[in-house]
């Protein structure tokens, strides 16, 4: 039961990293109907930025957390800029732009740091406590640093005014337009917001996992199915999928490979394309 219970809590903060990558896909592709398939990029710059912080500049993760996140949105802007032919476009261009896009910084980042695995050391080493087994604080971070983040943005999509322009977006492109809403800023923001979580969940999951520059193609095969579980634009709805998805495979990877595990997510994925083509969590929008 001991070991259910850490994987569960594991499996959350699987789910919590996903949902950062994930809310920025379903952003781009719900509202935008582009497709970026370079946004895993953007996590493993995240990722890279943190180690090349702490490592190499300041010795101090959290202070690499904003420089990183700061960074990271930059580049995420100028993609935005770069990919303007293909906006509004068939979304198979968009996609076979970025995924040029997504080889370009890999290949950048294999030819300046090399292809071998690059360590970060726990910037919390304390351990909490639970029922006479002991669990990383630092993971514990991650749930409730993730949590705030996705929860001021979801304030900020329903509560201030460019969130309201953004929805109006999402509704009407067109009318939103013609009412005077600044389309071309609207999408930097859309792009300025999805590159800063994606990010943030690369900054907090390098010391978790190894930093290499292939780990983007991992994590966005496994945020466009967290999208099309949850429901294409649909905000909570990622939040949902990413949850169930890092649960299915924390908890699947007990008993089974890890390879197996992930092959859980892509089960919920054909079994949710055949119940509710739609998404679980219909009605709930953004």
Sequence with gaps: MN????????????????????SGVTLLWGIMD????????????????AWLSTVHLFDNFWLALVVGVLSVTAIGIGIRFIVIPVLGKNPLYSLLATYGLALILQQSVLALFGPFNKELSMPIEKKFFFFGFEYSAYRIVIIVISLAVIAAAWLFMQKSKYGIWIRAVSQDKEMASCMGLPVPFIYTMIFALGSAMAAMGGIMAAPLFAVYPSMGLDIVLIAFIVVMIGGLGNFPGSILAAILIGEAIALGSIWLAPTQAFVLALLMLLAVLIVRPEGLARGLRA
């Excluded at 070991?3 to 994930?22: E, K, P, R, S």
């Excluded at 582009?34 to 930025?49: R, S, V």
């Design 3 to 22: 070991t259910v219970f850490i994987q569960i809590i594991n499996g959350l903060t699987y789910g919590m990293i996903y949902a950062l990558i994930a």
């Design 34 to 49: 582009f497709i970026n398939f370079a946004h895993g990029e953007l996590y493993m710059l995240g990722a890279y930025a």
